[in-house]
């Protein structure tokens, strides 16, 4: 297999979790959303930059998750993986519009899943809804990280981007 860094078993935990997930596919229980309105200027390839900067920094970033013809699962660190960044302008848009499909985006979003097995199960995106307002939507799956690592994770981005 090519691109790979490391191998490793998954955790009890995460074993669990992994059961849960594949045993009720359109669940959404285990996929995880940071949400937040951002004000300003926003600099969005800096933010991209430093969304890529962590993503590499970071092994559980990169991580996909193998469980079918091998004896037990295994969680698999990619050297390298492609940023799943989106960008959205809404500008154009009416403010009910504007609500309208934000709601729809985040069911989407929830709807998408992830397909475990094939790509770091995590994604970006920023929606651009006025000249000074924006919404980030970071989606990943609880295999990924706890609530104790989402919180590092977010403070280097902001870190980095600053």
């Known amino acids: 297999m090519e691109n790979v860094q490391d191998v490793y078993r998954l955790t009890p935990v995460q074993e669990g979790i992994l ?4 045993s009720d596919p359109d669940s959404d229980n285990y996929l995880q959303e940071f949400v937040c309105r951002l004000a300003g200027d926003v600099d969005e390839e800096r933010l991209r930059a430093a969304w890529k900067t962590v993503v590499q920094r970071c092994p559980a970033l ?14 698999v660190v990619r050297e390298t993986v492609a940023l799943n960044w ?23 979003d929830r709807e998408r899943g992830f397909e475990l097995a094939t790509a770091p199960p995590s994604r970006m995106a920023l929606i651009r809804q006025s000249e000074q307002q924006w919404r ?21 981005v902001l870190d980095l981007y600053r």
Not at 19 to 22: G, V
Not at 65 to 73: C, G, N, Y
Not at 136 to 156: A, C, K
Request: aromatic residues 16%.
């Open 19 to 22: 059961f849960h997930a594949i």
């Open 62 to 75: 990169r991580t996909i998750f193998l469980w079918e013809e091998i004896d037990e699962p295994l969680q």
């Open 86 to 108: 989106t960008s959205e302008d809404w500008r154009s848009l009416a403010a009910a519009e504007i609500s309208q499909r934000w709601t729809q985006w985040l069911a989407a």
């Open 136 to 156: 980030f939507v970071w989606s990943f799956h609880h295999l990924l990280l706890d609530g104790w690592s989402t919180s590092m994770v977010i403070r280097e």
